[in-house]
């Protein structure tokens, strides 16, 4: 504990508490002995948690315990409760280090650090509406950085544990889902499904018989309806095609031969499923 002990004025290395002694010796030989008391108070009296590891815009309370009455500084001081507390609530929102500097009643100092981990917040991105017919479907489609997903209500998907489940409602719904990330951040989101009462019925304008796409004019639904009729004529008033199948088409032909390029009438009748009679007449060009 001293660095010399034969010397007149020696350094004194706190260690242990003790009594140290120094014995003098004059040239005649003379003796003379003296004794002082060496108290060592504890200089290691703060012990630290583990890492925190936190969501965003959550909290925690830091769990430092010390063996010694004293005074406390957290820094940084900020995104604490309290910055002189022993134990303060943390609440940082990007990922921080923190020491805390503890000085006991004697004035000793101790030290502990804590590193206080923010993870990525959790995203989910929804379109605000969605919207189908009777009968039909859609899949639900999120941008998401979560690893679970939990869809309320249950009724009309497909599965409620997935993050794309397929839902066919009856009726116009609001669709909650819970979104939790690898790290157990949670995220919330909702989408409505919009069931349109209203199918409705349309072909285009134009059709390609002998060409890579568009090759067949046929009725565009969106809902559900049956087909009463759907007929084609030619200028002159020939027939063509005819069929009371709602997902057939003309493919062009008439006996089994390509009709020439031309402009070709319509007329098309079909009732919806809340049945309303749907009658559509007009042209149609065939191109070559």
Same mark, same amino acid.
């Given at each position: 504990?001293?660095?010399?002990?034969?010397?007149?004025?020696?350094?004194?290395?706190?260690?242990?508490?003790?009594?140290? !002694?120094?014995?003098?010796?004059?040239?005649?030989?003379?003796?003379?002995?003296?004794?002082?008391?060496?108290?060592?108070?504890?200089?290691?009296?703060?012990?630290?948690?583990?890492?925190?590891?936190?969501?965003?815009?959550?909290?925690?309370?830091?769990?430092?315990?010390?063996?010694?009455?004293?005074?406390?500084?957290?820094?940084?001081?900020?995104?604490?409760?309290?910055?002189?507390?022993?134990?303060?609530?943390?609440?940082?929102?990007?990922?921080?280090?923190?020491?805390?500097?503890?000085?006991?009643?004697?004035?000793?100092?101790?030290?502990?650090?804590?590193?206080?981990?923010?993870?990525?917040?959790? /995203?989910?991105?929804?379109?605000?509406?969605?919207?189908?017919?009777?009968?039909?479907?859609?899949?639900?489609?999120?941008?998401?950085?979560?690893?679970?997903?939990?869809?309320?209500?249950?009724?009309?998907?497909?599965?409620?544990?997935?993050?794309?489940?397929?839902?066919?409602?009856?009726?116009?719904?609001?669709?909650?889902?819970?979104?939790?990330?690898?790290?157990?951040?949670?995220? !919330?989101?909702?989408?409505?499904?919009?069931?349109?009462?209203?199918?409705?019925?349309?072909?285009?304008?134009?059709?390609?018989?002998?060409?890579?796409?568009?090759?067949?004019?046929?009725?565009?639904?969106?809902?559900?309806?049956?087909?009463? !009729?759907?007929?084609?004529?030619?200028?002159?008033?020939?027939?063509?095609?005819?069929?009371?199948?709602?997902?057939?088409?003309?493919?062009?032909?008439?006996?089994?031969?390509?009709?020439?390029?031309?402009?070709? /009438?319509?007329?098309?009748?079909?009732?919806?499923?809340?049945?309303?009679?749907?009658?559509?007449?007009?042209?149609?060009?065939?191109?070559?």
């Amino acid at each position: 504990d001293l660095d010399y002990y034969n010397l007149r004025n020696a350094v004194f290395t706190a260690g242990s508490t003790g009594e140290y !002694y120094l014995k003098v010796t004059t040239p005649a030989g003379c003796v003379g002995i003296d004794s002082v008391h060496v108290t060592v108070n504890p200089g290691d009296f703060l012990s630290g948690q583990q890492d925190i590891a936190l969501c965003p815009h959550d909290s925690a309370q830091i769990t430092v315990a010390s063996a010694l009455t004293g005074t406390y500084q957290w820094k940084p001081s900020y995104y604490l409760s309290d910055s002189t507390a022993l134990n303060p609530w943390v609440h940082p929102v990007n990922s921080q280090n923190y020491k805390l500097i503890g000085t006991s009643a004697a004035g000793c100092k101790d030290t502990v650090s804590v590193k206080v981990r923010v993870y990525a917040s959790g /995203i989910i991105s929804l379109p605000d509406t969605l919207e189908i017919h009777p009968g039909q479907s859609v899949q639900i489609l999120p941008s998401s950085n979560c690893t679970s997903f939990t869809w309320f209500p249950e009724s009309g998907l497909s599965n409620k544990n997935v993050a794309d489940p397929i839902a066919s409602p009856t009726a116009s719904t609001i669709y909650w889902v819970n979104g939790v990330t690898q790290n157990g951040c949670k995220v !919330y989101d909702s989408v409505v499904i919009k069931v349109n009462e209203e199918s409705t019925v349309s072909v285009p304008n134009a059709f390609t018989p002998d060409g890579t796409v568009n090759r067949t004019f046929k009725i565009i639904l969106d809902g559900e309806a049956n087909l009463n !009729y759907f007929r084609i004529f030619d200028r002159w008033g020939n027939k063509v095609f005819e069929s009371t199948d709602i997902n057939a088409g003309w493919d062009g032909h008439y006996n089994g031969k390509l009709m020439p390029q031309d402009a070709y /009438i319509y007329q098309i009748q079909a009732v919806t499923s809340n049945g309303k009679i749907v009658t559509k007449a007009g042209n149609v060009t065939l191109l070559r």
